[in-house]
């Protein structure tokens, strides 16, 4: 079983080697050829490079998902923005949106009243109508005097100012 060495570890936790790993690595040397002792130096430098080597990669990968989240959460603050501009502007214009609605709703009432008394009008009286036009438009004026009875028959009869002269 080879013990790591001291620290290394630890170097990937971001904490110190403790004293228990570290003697248990110099009791490891002492068991190591002079050979071997004489190339640790040289392992100790590659591990270093090869750590600092996957240190940058790591590095330059999260660097790229963290400029890309930026730029995601920059993006999207910008479409909140907007969105919230917009909505502003929408519940600004609601008050006059609904008194122009209101409004809409008092024509449009009294309007269907209009066309309601005038359907009536049509049903019940449109013979009479039509012989009031036929008296118009013949010149029968004292027919047309005649044939009113009530008041409410003048709002029905439109005579033109031409037809008269």
Do not use: W
């Amino acid at each position: 079983m080879e013990v790591g060495r001291p620290g290394s570890s630890a170097s990937k936790n971001g904490n110190r080697g403790t004293s228990e790993e570290e003697a248990a690595y110099f009791s490891q040397l002492l068991g190591y050829s002079m050979e071997r002792l004489a190339r640790e130096p040289e392992l100790l430098a590659s591990e270093q490079q090869y750590l600092a080597r996957q240190a940058a990669e790591v590095t330059s990968t999260y660097r790229g998902a963290l400029l890309a989240s930026a730029s995601g959460a920059r993006d999207l603050a910008g479409i909140l923005g907007d969105a919230s501009t917009r909505l502003r502007a929408v519940s600004d214009a609601l008050p006059r949106l609904q008194a122009s609605g209101e409004a809409f709703e008092g024509v449009a009432t009294s309007s269907e009243a209009a066309r309601r008394v005038n359907r009536q009008l049509a049903g019940t009286k449109g013979g009479r109508i039509q012989g009031f036009h036929v008296c118009v438009r013949c010149r029968h004026l004292t027919q047309l005097v005649e044939g009113i009875k009530s008041p409410s028959d003048l709002g029905v009869v439109f005579i033109s100012p031409l037809l008269l002269s």
